[in-house]
């Protein structure tokens, strides 16, 4: 069965360092998303991308995250200027069409830490 | 808003019994759709099941069912003969309007015990 896969599974960076988290959605999917999970805490939508441009964000999704599909392939969040707040689980995920009978296929994740 | 709301932090179940997690929501969609997904620990989020909010039949996968109470916004998922596999945390979540983002509930810790 097709996967959801997310590189690295584990970046430790400088805070005010910028960090790039790669994902490679199902080859069909058009519709894309990240989620963050603090530890210990519940899953929270970042954003969502479609069309090579986002379809919706969150609070969270300031000016200090961005993504893109540069390639047709790889979806990829960049934090420019981490912080230690950001220390979290991310998670992408992928869905064939946007409607709720389409499931969310999520990778599995990564775990970034900000020193 | 949409808001899910998952009241039990943590639930044990032996081995080879019934357990029901309970969920409630709110949504001002008219079209919504609910979903309980599994993250073991291994992290993976991984889809249990999944109910459309204009069906009033009620979703089942296997040994996972749910009971829909759409007028009380209710969703509760129900495990039966309940497996060490089973053992996982259960995420609550919803789903509706046009990008289809997801919310989450807090999660539910179950363990299950042998």
């Known amino acids: 069965e097709p996967e959801v896969t997310q590189t690295p599974s584990h970046q430790v960076t400088q805070m005010g360092q910028e960090v790039i988290l790669r994902c490679v959605p199902i080859?069909?999917?058009?519709?894309f998303y990240w989620y963050r999970q603090i530890l210990g805490q519940k899953v929270e939508f970042l954003v969502s991308?479609?069309?090579?441009?986002?379809?919706?964000k969150s609070e969270i999704f300031d000016d200090q995250f961005s993504v893109e599909r540069p390639d047709g392939s790889n979806f990829t969040l960049k934090i420019r200027s981490t912080k230690l707040e950001d220390s979290a689980m991310y998670f992408c995920?992928?869905?064939?069409?946007?409607?709720?009978?389409?499931?969310?296929?999520f990778g599995d994740g990564t775990r970034l830490s900000i020193l | 808003a949409q808001t899910v709301t998952q009241s039990q932090p943590e639930m044990s179940v032996q081995e080879a019994e019934t357990v029901t997690l309970s969920c409630t929501y709110d949504?001002?969609?008219?079209?919504?759709?609910l979903f309980w997904y599994k993250q073991p620990p291994s992290r993976q989020m991984i889809l249990v099941i999944r109910?459309?909010?204009?069906?009033?039949q009620n979703a089942t996968e296997n040994r996972f069912s749910v009971n829909f109470q759409k007028a009380a916004k209710s969703f509760s998922l129900k495990i039966s003969d309940s497996q060490l596999g089973d053992t996982a945390m259960y995420f609550c979540?919803?789903?509706?309007?046009?990008?289809?983002?997801?919310?989450f509930g807090t999660g539910t810790l179950l363990a299950v015990q042998p």
């Open positions: 995920a992928s869905s064939e069409l946007s409607r709720g009978n389409q499931p969310q296929h």
């Open positions: 080859s069909n999917h058009l519709y």
């Open positions: 991308f479609y069309n090579n441009e986002i379809s919706e």
């Open positions: 949504t001002s969609e008219n079209n919504y759709y």
């Open positions: 109910q459309e909010a204009y069906k009033q």
């Open positions: 979540a919803s789903a509706g309007g046009a990008t289809n983002k997801l919310i």
